[in-house]
Each structure stands twice: as C-alpha cells, then as structure tokens.
C-alpha cells in the first residue's frame, strides 16, 4: 500500500505543481520579455518559484493520492479481502500514517530549509534585473517606455554595441517635453551610472509660451539614463527569509531585524511545523472517511465529499487561529490546533470503521429513551 500512495502522491503532485508553476510562469515571462530579459533569466526565475510551490501542492497531493489508493482498493474489494483476513482499520492505516510521515518530511525540508532560500536568492536576483538598464533599453525595433512619460527607441544595434537611429521623447515635465534623435549612440558606464551618449543628433522641445518649437543640432550629447529606471533598495531582512534557527532561538531579535511583530514572528516559526502535520493529517482523513459505509454501485463519492469537506473545515480552523496569536504570541500553541482537530477527526473516523454497529447502536439507545420520556 505504501508504495501505491507513493506513485499516486507523485503522479498528483506533478500535475498540480504543473499547473500552479505554470501559471506563475507566464505572468512572470510577461514581464520579463517586456524587460528585455533573457530566456535564462526567465528560466532562473521560475525555478527559484518552484520550491514555493511545491510547498502549496504537498498537502493536496498527499490528500488526493491516499483518497484515489483508498478507492481503487475498496473498488477492487481489496479492502474486504483485507478485513476479512483479520485486518482492523487501525493496521490498515499504519501504511497511510507512514506515508503522511514521509510526505510531512518532504514539507519540512521546504519550509525550513529550501523556501527561504529560494526567496532570498530570487530577491537578489529580482534586484539586480531591476537595475540592469542595458537590459531594459537595448531592444531594438521596439518603442520602449522605462520610466513614465519616457519613450526610447533603437532602429538597429551592431555587433559592435553601437545603437543606430535612436529616438528618446522625454515627456516628464509637461510645461516642457523634449525630444532627442541621432544618428548614432552609446551606452557607457560612468560614475556608476549608465549614460547614452548620443552623437550627430538634434534636440527639439516647445516653449509653453506661444508653443513654439526650438531645436538645437549637437555632435555630441550625454544623457543620464540612470534616473529613468527605478532603483529599489535591496532588503535582505525579511520575515519569510528568516531561518527557522534564527527564529527559533531568539524571535523578538529576529522581529526587530526584519521590522515586523513579534506575533508575525513566532507565526512564521510555528507554522513551518504545523503545515508538515497537516500533511499527515490530509492523509488519515482521506484514508479514514473513504473506510465509512459500505459497498454502493453509486461508488464513493459521498465519503469523498464527506472527505473534502472535513479538511476544509480544518482549513478554516487554521485561518481562524492565526488571528490571535498574531495579537498575542504568547498563544502559538493555537497553531497546532487545526491538526490536533484533525488527528481528533481521523481516529473517531478510523474507530467509528472499526466498529461498525456502534451507530446504529447510540440510535437505537437514543430512540428508546425518547420513546422512555
């Protein structure tokens, strides 16, 4: 059974992470290509967001792998075959809880160890995209607009990198545009900017009184284009790239670095435990819901729903604990609330197949004492 979850983890787990990863993909290779980025930027970009997704689809996975293996056995009468040999449910859920254990492993490593980093190296990068200016402007054929009320434009570049047919409309003072072209054109580094030094061009800019036009032929021009691109100050002291050693051993300090609450804090570090049990407890619940009722020609569905369900329901308890212990970190054991209700679900359901009559049992006591009063 173990090894069925395994493939069936695997199988859903590639196909979810397939669609988030896609779809993070193309929004992102938009803005790249619009940036003038490489396609090994964009390569190098996405897979830094893998590991963030992966963490999404773990517990869906595991959830869907030990639901659709729990009903091809009962479909396959293994399960009857099973308890008839004298298995309970608590021996066939043994396999389930080692796989959640496996899968709370693989969820642990990420949010410990390979989501911080990923966020930490894809920050840095993002910040040295954002100030490469070559990138941005040397597109030729394009009209491109780097900064608001800027327009550029590049006829051709040579092998040699010397830009041909340049034409910039600098539109930020309304009262008085100006328009730049030449001939030709270089991007030089200087000072730790970039400048375009434009050769054999004219400016042209109107006078807001009469509207008239001015032009002026130059051999030569220098124009700061470092001021055109925005230049984001580069933060590395963020919550989400805390280490879980870091947080663990002192979270105020940690809070203070990175100008967040202490509640944030220690919600940070509570959760990277909690989302590994929630792993396993996706599992039991698919595992134990779907070992209710018994053998229908209309299939399982009903316990399936009955499954999904019941993890929402631990989900919106998750949702609902954060609140407090944000405003009151001294209350993180709340935290682990959702999976002790979970596990709580789980071994009533998995008692509930082990004992078969025990419902009908209460409704016939409860029906005899109202019958009594």
């Not at 290509?33 to 517990?59: C, K, M, N, R, Y």
């Not at 230049?231 to 990175?258: C, K």
């Not at 212990?325 to 071994?347: D, H, N, Q």
């Amino acid at each position: 059974m173990l090894s069925q979850f395994m493939v069936l983890f695997g199988f859903f787990a590639l196909v979810l992470v397939s669609i988030f990863w896609i779809n993070k993909a193309v929004r992102m290779f938009d803005r790249l290509v619009s940036d003038g980025q490489s396609a090994w930027v964009f390569v190098e970009f996405t897979a830094l967001t893998l590991p963030g997704v992966i963490g999404i689809v773990l517990p869906i996975a595991a959830f869907a792998g030990a639901v659709y293996v729990t009903n091809r056995l009962s479909t396959e009468s293994e399960l009857t075959v099973m308890q008839a040999t004298g298995y309970s449910p608590w021996r066939m859920a043994r396999p389930v809880l080692y796989f959640g254990v496996i899968v709370a492993l693989m969820m642990s490593l990420l949010s410990h160890v390979l989501i911080p980093l990923s966020l930490r190296q894809l920050e840095e990068r993002r910040a040295e995209v954002s100030s490469n200016i070559t990138a941005k402007l040397l597109t030729e054929g394009e009209f491109l607009h780097p900064a608001a009320g800027v327009t550029f434009y590049i006829r051709e570049i040579t092998p040699e990198g010397e830009l041909r047919n340049v034409f910039l409309s600098d539109r930020r003072r309304a009262d008085a545009p100006t328009t730049y072209t030449s001939a030709r054109a270089y991007l030089v580094q200087e000072g730790g900017g970039t400048k375009l030094v434009m050769l054999e061009g004219l400016a042209q800019n109107i006078e807001p009184d009469g509207q008239r036009l001015f032009t002026t032929h130059f051999d030569d021009f220098s124009y700061d284009i470092s001021r055109l691109v925005s230049q984001r100050a580069l933060s590395m002291d963020r919550i989400d790239f805390a280490g879980t050693p870091d947080l663990i051993r002192d979270p105020a300090a940690v809070a203070e670095r990175t100008g967040v609450t202490l509640g944030v804090a220690v919600t940070a570090l509570h959760s990277r435990f909690a989302q590994a049990l929630l792993c396993i407890v996706a599992a039991l619940i698919g595992f134990a819901t779907l070992l209710q009722g018994g053998f229908s020609r209309f299939g399982v569905w009903r316990q399936i729903l009955t499954a999904f369900l019941l993890l929402i329901g631990v989900k919106l308890v998750e949702g609902g604990v954060a609140g407090p212990v944000l405003a009151a970190p001294m209350m993180w054991p709340l935290l682990y609330l959702p999976s002790l209700i979970g596990f709580g679900i789980a071994w009533m359901l998995l008692y509930s197949a082990a004992h078969p009559g025990l419902l009908r049992r209460l409704q016939g006591v409860r029906r005899r004492s109202e019958a009594t009063a």
